[in-house]
């Protein structure tokens, strides 16, 4: 089966960091497009940054500029979120998705219901 896994969130003080990693199994990463979303309570849900693991092509949103790093690594399969300097309005689940065939740029902003997700990993940021 085709399955993205995220991981890696948890509570920290804002200031702090922490890594996301995306797993994905059933499928390689080459052809597709990964992105990193999130979703906050009565907010929608939100593209944060997206990557072409082919090219290593990338795409941030500009409340996370700076800030947040997305990577790959295609040998483990994996894509990585690595999000510093947290705020507390970074508090949010924060879900992988995966589409075939798309530039970064349409991934992370435009609706795609049928992007294969995650689970979702909750990030709280609190003091």
């Known amino acids: 089966q085709l399955q993205l896994v995220e991981s890696g969130g948890g509570l920290v003080q804002p200031g702090g960091s922490l890594r996301l990693p995306c797993a994905a199994s059933?499928?390689?990463?080459?052809?597709?497009?990964i992105g990193w979303f999130r979703q906050a309570p009565g907010k929608a849900r939100e593209g944060v940054s997206c990557?072409?693991?082919?090219?290593?092509?990338?795409y941030y949103a500009d409340s996370v500029k700076g800030r947040f790093t997305i990577s790959r690594d295609n040998a483990k399969n994996t894509v990585y979120l690595q999000m510093n300097s947290l705020k507390p309005e970074d508090t949010a689940v924060y879900y992988c998705?995966?589409?075939?065939?798309?530039?970064?740029?349409?991934?992370?902003?435009?609706?795609?219901?049928?992007?294969?997700w995650g689970q979702g990993t909750q990030v709280t940021v609190s003091s």
């Open positions: 998705a995966a589409r075939a065939w798309t530039d970064v740029h349409s991934m992370c902003v435009m609706p795609f219901s049928d992007n294969l």
């Open positions: 059933g499928f390689t990463l080459d052809a597709y497009a």
């Open positions: 990557i072409r693991s082919s090219s290593g092509s990338t």
